[in-house]
């Protein structure tokens, strides 16, 4: 489990946050926005007002943060999250639109500080947790 991030990559990750924090309401209307242009047929999966499931988004990155360097616990709550998200009717194709969404969104809030290894530390962070989620799926 050592090997889960690099110290750069959680570093990127943290950066990432911190500096999407000043509009993290912006971050996520555009994951939203992202998301449902990309895949239309999520939109019906969420309830018609968004407030509740965009707080849950920025306690996602949140939790996420504080616990880059406890990846077993950080694992264990993507299983859980992916056991959650097989209720929700989420397919396994589902994941790639919203890893998409998500990265864009956070580029485009973290715009100014940006690049590319930024943007692989998302992938892989995204890639292992979706990994994870999806041992949940049957």
């Known amino acids: 489990m050592d090997n889960f991030l690099t110290e750069s990559e959680k570093e990127s990750i943290r950066e990432t946050v911190a500096a999407?924090?000043?509009?993290i309401d912006k971050l996520v209307d555009d994951f939203y926005t992202r998301l449902f242009d990309?895949?239309?047929?999520?939109?019906?999966?969420?309830a018609t007002d968004l407030s509740d499931q965009k707080k849950k988004l920025v306690s996602m990155l949140v939790s996420i943060v504080s616990l880059?360097?406890?990846p077993e616990q950080l694992l264990v709550a993507a299983r859980a999250l992916g056991k959650r998200h097989t209720a929700y009717g989420v397919s396994r194709e589902d994941f790639e639109?919203?890893?998409?969404?998500l990265i864009g969104a956070l580029?485009?809030?973290?715009?100014?500080?940006?690049?590319?290894?930024k943007e692989q530390a998302w992938v892989h962070l995204y890639s292992a947790l979706t990994a994870e989620m999806l041992s949940e799926f049957s």
């Open 68 to 70: 880059l360097d406890k």
């Open 107 to 117: 580029a485009s809030a973290a715009a100014d500080q940006w690049d590319f290894d």
């Open 20 to 23: 999407a924090k000043q509009g």
């Open 97 to 101: 639109p919203v890893g998409n969404a």
């Open 38 to 46: 990309l895949e239309p047929s999520l939109r019906p999966l969420f």
